[in-house]
């Protein structure tokens, strides 16, 4: 039996509404009885991962932004941080204002989880897709300034796909992580993608082996459930790497074993099968 089942929130734990479901709950609940002990690894912040934590009960440390950050739920403290040096955060700013891309810099906790976004930025309405409903959290800054702010653990750049992805190749041949999402946005006529940078060697699995590390465990004992290009490197890195049925035919060909998608319960069925060894119904 695997000791440590990590899931990802996003297209994995939860269904299309947003929620976890009664059958996804049963299903965690039963491995944790049975002494497996649970955790998320998401690209989310601290901030809207809360409300998952508290519904499901995790109480591990949690993996957030991509592995940047490692949380403890216990102490309310950072484990673990690789936030931007500002040598290479003016590179990522640089390279995406010369792209005419904004970027859109994200603080961790100890700063209060604020979005920085320079002044006049280019193509506002990508921009402006993401921000918008956050305005009280948002500081505008001079694209100059951009380098200098402190704790920034994720930069999102969003954008047209191809652009998007002629900006990251060159990020990606810098050594930085990059992990992609999309198409972005609720209006299908304004579909764009969205890239979420990191400093080099931040990934969920880096995150995930910290925490299996300080269970006295090893990626070997690990079950990681995803969907999402950013989940890639956990599924790789862990003893099974489960793909859900709703995850792309990159991501699915890349794990070890695919289960239903979101909308089915899929994590429910990863549990059943892989981690309480039990037989699910077709």
Known sequence: MPRLLVLDIDGTLLNPSDIVTPVVHAAIAAARAAGVEVALATGRRLRSARRIVAEVGIRLPLVLSNGALVWNTEHEQVMNQIAFTPEKLAIIARESLLDNLAPVLMQGPRTGERLVVPENAPQPEFVNAFVGRRLEEVDLVPASELGNTPDVLTVDVFGPEQELRRLTSRFAALGFSVFHSGPFGMDPNFAHWAAN?????????????????????????????????NDLPMLEAAGLGVAMGNASAYVRERADVVVRGHDEDGVAEAIERFVLNRATAN
Do not use: N
């Not at 995930?208 to 004992?221: K, N, Q, Y």
């Open 197 to 229: 940078i990191h400093m080099p060697g931040v990934s969920k699995a880096s995150g995930v082996a910290l925490l299996a590390a300080d269970l006295g465990l090893t990626m070997s004992d690990v079950v990681a459930v995803g969907d999402g290009e």
